[in-house]
C-alpha cells in the first residue's frame, strides 16, 4: 500500500476505529491514543492489510492495543502498590532543627495540594506563570492558591507554637500553657 493509498484508508476509517476505541475507553483521549496506535501498526503493517476487509482488521488491530493498554495499566499499577509497600520509611526531620521540625510537621497537617503549590515555590522556586504551566490551571487560580495556602500555613504555624501567653496543642493535641513550657 502506498502512502497516498494509505492516507486514503485512514480517512476513510479513522471515525470508525475512533468510535470502536471510544466504546471502549473511558475518556476520549485513550480513544486517541488507541486510534494512534492502531494506525501506527496499520503503517508498520500496511502490506498486511486485506483489500476487501481492512475496517475489519483495524478493528481486530485496535482490540489487540487496547489489550496491551490494559495489561501495561495492569502492571503499572502493581508496580506503584509493590513500591508503595516496599519504599523505605519515610525521611525523619528528628535530626532538624526545632524551627524546621516544626516547619515539616505543620507541612505535613496541610493538604497535598497546599503542600505541592508551596513546595513549588519554595523549593523548585518557580513563579506563579510556571506553577501554572506545571499544573494546568491558570495563573489567578495559582495565585488565590498558593495565598491561601501560605495562610493555612501560617495558622497551622501559630497553632503548634503560639504567641507567648497562649495556648498550644501538642502533637497529640492536649492543650497546654506556654507557661508549663518554661518550668
Given amino acids: 500500500m502506498t502512502e497516498e493509498h494509505f492516507r486514503d484508508f485512514y480517512a476513510t476509517h479513522i471515525a470508525d476505529v475512533w468510535s470502536f476505541a471510544r466504546r471502549r475507553t473511558s475518556s476520549a483521549a485513550e480513544a486517541d491514543d488507541l486510534c494512534a496506535d492502531t494506525f501506527a501498526v496499520a503503517w508498520r503493517r500496511r502490506a498486511d492489510i486485506p483489500v476487501d476487509a481492512g475496517r475489519l482488521w483495524l478493528f481486530g488491530v485496535a482490540r489487540r492495543v487496547l489489550a496491551n493498554h490494559r495489561r501495561q495499566t495492569e502492571r503499572r499499577g502493581r508496580l506503584h502498590r509493590r513500591l508503595a509497600r516496599d519504599a523505605a520509611p519515610p525521611i525523619s526531620y528528628e535530626d532538624a532543627a526545632p524551627s524546621e521540625t516544626a516547619l515539616w510537621r505543620a507541612l505535613a497537617a496541610l493538604s497535598a495540594g497546599d503542600r505541592e503549590l508551596l513546595l513549588l515555590r519554595a523549593w523548585d522556586?518557580?513563579?506563579?506563570?510556571?506553577?501554572?504551566?506545571?499544573?494546568g490551571i491558570s495563573a489567578a487560580t495559582v495565585s488565590s492558591r498558593l495565598y491561601k495556602a501560605r495562610r493555612r500555613l501560617a495558622r497551622e504555624l501559630e497553632r503548634r507554637d503560639p504567641p507567648a501567653g497562649?495556648?498550644?496543642?501538642?502533637?497529640?493535641?492536649?492543650?497546654?500553657?506556654r507557661a508549663d513550657d518554661r518550668s
Avoid at 522556586?125 to 499544573?135: F, P
Avoid at 497562649?166 to 500553657?177: A, K, M, P
Wanted: charged fraction near 40%; glycine fraction near 0%.
Fill in 125 to 135: 522556586d518557580l513563579d506563579v506563570a510556571e506553577i501554572a504551566t506545571v499544573l
Fill in 166 to 177: 497562649r495556648h498550644v496543642l501538642d502533637d497529640d493535641s492536649t492543650e497546654r500553657s
